[in-house]
């Protein structure tokens, strides 16, 4: 599916859209998911189909993207001179560049078309893969090299957050979440319950202003999902690089200290009752 989407439904002579849109390969430019009768007939079918070709596509992102957190592991048994600290930077670099593309792709799958760009962003990852099995068969290649391909495996990270906001956008707001979490089955489901609760508490369903608060909400939420994922990428950076510079123990402790105060804040915030914003 093209990310050339408009919610605007335009009606051509006969008062509906063209059904050929719909097909595979074609660009869709009428597309309302939260319309009963469009979901039943259309929408739904198109969702799910887009929805299991971006599954896979994650899923290969994912294993490019945690290749050296197996890879590491065995280097030293092969015959490469690595200490152990070398070892963890080469688990941590994917996280820095997969963290930061992830940011950049979050928007450029809507500027270049998201079919193309899933397409395009997950041949790509063909590059650092077949490297990396040059690479290693020669144990006295640099450790630049292999720092190098390690950040470009790191690209497969930022498949996640220009395909999370690719399939959000084809569901209606009550199944967001239910299609994030399937996606990449983490708590990204939450934020687009927790912007649709911000922007249309008060306003009665089928107002104007219900319906552009609506669509306020799913912009924020898929801007907010990008950014969240890119800073999610971040702890693949921080974790083996904080295994590499402190004691295991020092490291554990400080990743429960954090956990904890994340728990804490998601509880006062969206889960406690009386919440600022329910989720």
Known sequence: MSSTL?????????GGPDPEQYRPGRTVTDWDPEDPVFWRSVGRRVATRNLWIAVPALL?????WQVWSVTATGLQDVGFGLTTSQLFWLTAVPGLTGGTAR???????????QRRFTALSTLVLV??????????????????????????CGFGGANFSSSLANIGFFFPTREKGGAAGIGNGSTFRQIPVIFRSRHLRGLAEGTAAHDQALKQAETESGAVTGFTAGIAAYGFFFIPAMFANFAVTSAMWGFVAFYASCLAITWWYYARRGAAYPS
């Open 127 to 152: 590059v650092p893969l077949l490297w990396l099995g040059i690479a290693i068969q020669d144990t006295s290649t640099p450790y630049a090299v292999l720092v190098a391909i390690a950040a470009l």
């Open 60 to 64: 290969v992102a994912f294993v490019v």
């Open 6 to 14: 408009h919610r605007a439904a335009r009606q051509p002579a006969d």
């Open 103 to 113: 940011i950049l792709y979050t928007f450029l799958g809507p500027r270049i078309g």
